[in-house]
């Protein structure tokens, strides 16, 4: 096995008995702590496979986290909530991180779809693709006192050459829609006491070029086995019964 690498032991009947992750040296136990937030009360996993999301997500050090996996599966919903807590967390000097960078392709740099003019500022512009984190926040205007209180940023990947994220969470969401290029830009852009989150599914690809030169792919092939790595793929929507029915019509 390789470093940060999780295996789901099964008995006969196929139920999972056991779950671990090699450190390099064991096989030592999944573990999580529940998230006790005043913003969303108590959040656990609800699948196996979130069980190992949460313990990638709480292991400070991986610093470097790809969650991918079908629709509903919780990638969002687990990233936001496990980062709001931390920045909360953070203002108590019980976490490092002091926001959130919020990043999402739209861009006009290299084989991606131009922002346009600006003429309310970027982050009205952006602020449609910021939406999941409102829906957690349970308003449009929470979303936007946390980001005028610097706590969350709304980055715009044609602009981010050049910038230096210390004490951030990153959350790189709809990472299918990325070229080896843009994967390699923003994992350049953490800084110290920071992750990086890649979210995405590779089935829900929009143009050609991501197929082709796949960002999450390249990061997995060549990141695989990397202390600083690690990676969890989702398997069972669990946003509802009729969101499921999704699957059924492709």
Not at 33 to 54: C, G, H, M, S
Not at 117 to 137: I, R, V
Not at 190 to 207: A, P, W
Request: aromatic share 8%; net charge neutral; charged share 25%.
């Amino acid at each position: 096995m390789e470093v940060n690498q999780y295996l789901f032991i099964k008995n006969n009947t196929g139920e999972i008995i056991e779950k671990r992750k090699w450190d390099g040296q064991n096989l030592i136990p999944l573990k999580f702590k529940t998230i006790d937030n005043y913003r969303f009360n108590k959040v656990k996993p609800i699948n196996d496979e979130q069980f190992a999301l949460f313990d990638l997500l709480q292991d400070e050090t991986i610093t470097v986290k790809q969650i991918t996996g079908i629709w509903g599966g919780g990638k969002g919903y687990c990233a936001l909530t496990y980062a709001l807590d931390a920045i909360d967390k953070g203002e108590k000097g019980k976490s490092p991180y002091h926001k959130i960078v919020l990043v999402r392709n739209n861009v006009e740099v290299k084989d991606s779809v131009p922002l346009g003019a600006l003429p309310q500022g970027a982050n009205e512009k952006l602020l449609p693709y910021a939406m999941p984190a409102a829906d957690l926040l349970g308003s449009s205007l929470e979303l936007m006192r946390l980001i005028d209180d610097g706590k969350i940023e709304l980055l715009h990947l044609g602009f981010a050459r050049g910038r230096s994220f210390d004490n951030a969470i990153i959350i790189v969401d709809e990472s299918e829609n990325l070229t080896s290029e843009h994967v390699a830009l923003l994992v350049s852009r953490v800084g110290k006491n920071s992750i990086i989150m890649f979210l995405g599914d590779t089935n829900q690809t929009d143009k050609v070029v991501f197929e082709k030169n796949s960002g999450l792919d390249r990061l997995n092939s060549r990141l695989f086995g990397n202390r600083l790595y690690g990676c969890v793929h989702l398997v069972k929507t669990e946003r509802s019964e009729t969101a499921a029915l999704a699957s059924l019509l492709y």
